[in-house]
């Protein structure tokens, strides 16, 4: 059975940080691309940012120089690390594993449950 677990998530003041984390089981996870998606209420789901089997990073361009995206395969673990969050942040974070990592998401085999984040002006 599948599983990505995220955690990490709350409510934190304007210019403050999180750290997501996802723990994925019942997969390779070294063969797998890994990603964060993210949902705010009314909108679409979109990508905040994707790393490669071989650890190379994108970005979605409003939190580039921001957000920091890295892997642990050892302990079959993503993080974003989310630094100078601002309201326009507020979303339900997802966790996405799969063949590579793209704006549609058509790629994603596997998705997380899903860990609010609120940053508040």
């Known amino acids: 059975q599948v599983q990505l677990v995220e955690s990490g998530g709350g409510l934190v003041q304007a210019g403050g940080s999180l750290r997501l984390s996802c723990v994925a089981s019942?997969?390779?996870?070294?063969?797998?691309?890994m990603g964060w998606y993210r949902q705010a209420p009314g909108k679409q789901r979109d990508l905040v940012a994707g790393?490669?089997?071989?650890?190379?990073?994108n970005y979605e361009d409003s939190v580039k120089g921001r957000f920091n995206i890295s892997r642990d395969n050892a302990k079959n673990t993503v993080y974003l690390q989310m630094n100078n969050l601002k309201p326009e942040d507020t979303a339900v974070y997802y966790c996405?594993?799969?063949?590579?990592?793209?704006?549609?998401?058509?790629?994603?085999?596997?998705w997380g449950q899903g860990t609010q984040v609120t940053v508040s002006s």
């Open positions: 996405a594993a799969g063949v590579m990592i793209s704006n549609s998401g058509s790629f994603i085999r596997y």
């Open positions: 019942g997969i390779i996870f070294s063969s797998n691309a």
């Open positions: 790393i490669s089997r071989s650890g190379n990073t």
